[in-house]
């Protein structure tokens, strides 16, 4: 015979009504999917505006960056620029002055053609290079910038004893080879960007190696700060707004960078942690609102489902004593029983109305939230077999046999549901089952198991399975419409009420063994 375990035997402490192992297995594994679903979640509420601030400050330096790039090449393009110049005799002339002006960064100048004498920078003017180890640097780089018959030559790290502090190049043109050299905070740079700027400049320049943009030790100085038109390394790197360009006409390694003014950073500053605090407002509320939305959409399923179930407990549980208060009120009104029957039969019709008047005030106690389904008593086998004895005329009236093999333990329960199940089971029998009804009781160590069986068709294994699941009826095959009448609430709130007190229940059956149902309570 297949046995299908609808609810589990436990014990339940009086006032202590609680969950089993598995339940609080599900109760765990669902609490630990909800808490990796709201890690989750809340990391995507806190990646999301820092991603979105990431693309927005990429923006925003690439606006910048593309607003002023005419700005960067006029920079380099004025450092690679060569100025005509006729000759140098004294390099006092006014023709030499005025190239020097206009070119702040020169330091030494050599003529291709006329002696190839190299002329190194003093002040405003030019003199003759003495014999020293500068000038010997100066004609070396010049001969190398020959050699390579490049208009623009940089020195490598090997020739250039400045390498990294100093940028430096050599221009070539069909007569003067001329060497320019940029130092970092030196004032010939500042006149430099003067000129390359012009009289309104909308951004600071600064050089820096790329090694000292990564660098976040580096000291702020004083000649990188406004008004000067250069900008230093640690400026170039920390603020806000910036734009870094890599180029190869200052040499090896060196950047060039542009920052704003002072006003327009602080400007920038203040629209990005407007911005900044804005997403992340808009975060928060979107996982306030998505908590507050799963919490009501829960709270509301709960209370429907946990109402559904309530009335459909209270109608179901009226059902039985209402086909008994018919029968009997039948039974009276046709004048079918002896005047001392009669009286006996009222009693018990104004006991059946007390009993419905305790269901009603329980239910509706229980859907107000009560919850509580009343106080366990002994259900002794007088109790067990007066409740049986409730639906003998109903098996009378059928031409069925109800027989009671009783033990002498008595069980402990809150009556009114026991009866009510007791009820379910008997009457299901009645209904559904064929033959004698058995209902017995007998004791397995601190269990009392409660037994209605019946003698007949038995049920397949798949449909015993199926058992006290919310309108499942059971079809016969290759025929239209249901075996039995009813909607198949009967068993199912059974189910839920033995999950509830913590009763075992258990269905048996095969084909030809007829049907039994096995209902598991606590001794007194």
Known sequence: MYRHRASRFRFLHPGLKGPTRWQRLQQRSGLILLILAGLVTAGMLLLAPKLYLQSQDFDARNAYSDAHWADFEAVERHWKSLPILESVHTGKEKEVRQFLAQQPLVVALLDRFEGRTLWVREGGHLVRAPEDARSQLYLDWMSHAEMAQRFEWNPPKSQDPDFGKVATVVLLSDRWLVIKRWRPGAPEVERELEIALGPKPSLRVGLAQESDLARTDLPMVEW?????????????????????????????????????????????????????????????????????????????????????????????????????????????????????????????????????????????????????????????????????????????????????????????????????????????????????????????????????????????????????????????????????????????????????????????????????????????
């Open 224 to 524: 990188g700060r406004a008004p000067h038109l250069q900008a230093d390394p640690r400026r170039l790197s920390g603020y806000w707004l910036q734009a870094i360009t890599k180029t190869n006409a200052f040499g090896e390694g060196w950047n060039l960078g542009g920052i704003p003014f002072e006003e327009q950073e602080l400007a920038y500053r203040k629209a990005y942690t407007k911005q900044r605090n804005a997403a992340y407002a808009v975060s928060v509320l979107v996982g306030i609102a998505i908590s507050l939305g799963l919490w009501l959409r829960h709270r509301a399923r709960r209370r429907a489902v946990l109402d559904a179930d309530r009335m459909a407990s209270l109608t179901h549980s009226l059902k039985t004593p209402l086909a008994l208060l018919k029968f009997r009120c039948d039974s009276l009104r046709l004048g079918r029983l002896s005047p001392e029957r009669a009286d006996e039969e009222l009693l018990k019709i104004g006991e059946e109305v007390d009993h419905l008047t305790l269901i009603i005030e329980n239910g509706l106690r229980v859907i107000r939230g009560g919850g509580s389904t009343g106080p366990r008593a002994q259900a002794t086998p007088d109790w067990i077999r007066d409740v049986a004895e409730d639906l003998r005329p109903g098996f009378e009236l059928e031409g069925r046999t109800l027989q009671l093999g009783l033990c002498e333990t008595s069980g402990q329960a809150p009556l009114t549901s026991l009866r009510a199940a007791i009820l379910t089971l008997l009457e299901n029998a009645l209904g559904h089952g064929r033959g004698t009804v058995s209902l017995e009781t007998w004791r397995t160590r601190r269990r009392l198991c409660i037994q209605v069986s019946d003698e007949g068709e038995g049920l397949a294994p798949h449909q015993v399975k199926a058992l006290g699941k919310p309108f499942q009826r059971i079809r016969e095959a290759g025929k239209e419409g249901f075996l039995r009448e009813g909607q198949g609430l009967g068993l199912s709130l059974l189910v839920q009420v033995a999950e509830q007190e913590g009763w075992g229940l258990t269905f048996a059956s095969a084909p030809g063994e007829g049907f039994a149902a096995i209902l598991e309570i606590p001794v007194a």
